[in-house]
């Protein structure tokens, strides 16, 4: 059996499909099924891009800063609730709420 060769992509051209599927009334799959592109390969493009350029160097991985919450100390005082998602992928988010 043949193995099937898909085109390699650069950045520039993941920018302008991202805009384009960002523009069109379609799903990301629907969308990445019309384009024969996979939908993986669109969500990990996605995924490096938004950062924006030049933010990370080519084939390394950014690991994400300290994110600042604030003070919660007033949430607490104010007996106010409070939730915190992170989504972490594969449909998985992690929930920590008070209140």
């Known amino acids: 059996m043949e193995k099937v060769r898909r085109p390699r992509r650069g950045e520039s ?7 384009r599927q960002q523009q069109s009334t ?3 799959q629907a969308f990445c099924q019309r384009e024969g592109i996979g ?10 891009l938004k950062c924006g ?3 990370r ?6 690991s994400p800063g300290f994110i600042d919450l604030g003070d919660l ?3 607490q005082a104010k007996r106010e609730r409070f939730e915190v998602r992170l989504e972490l992928g594969a449909g998985m988010v992690l929930s920590i ?3």
């Open 13 to 19: 051209v993941w920018r302008q499909i991202l805009a």
């Open 57 to 62: 160097a080519p084939g390394r991985r950014t």
């Open 53 to 55: 350029a030049g933010e």
């Open 39 to 48: 939908v993986a390969s669109f969500y990990g493009w996605r995924s490096r």
């Open 26 to 28: 379609l799903t990301v």
């Open 97 to 99: 709420g008070r209140g």
């Open 73 to 75: 100390g007033d949430l």
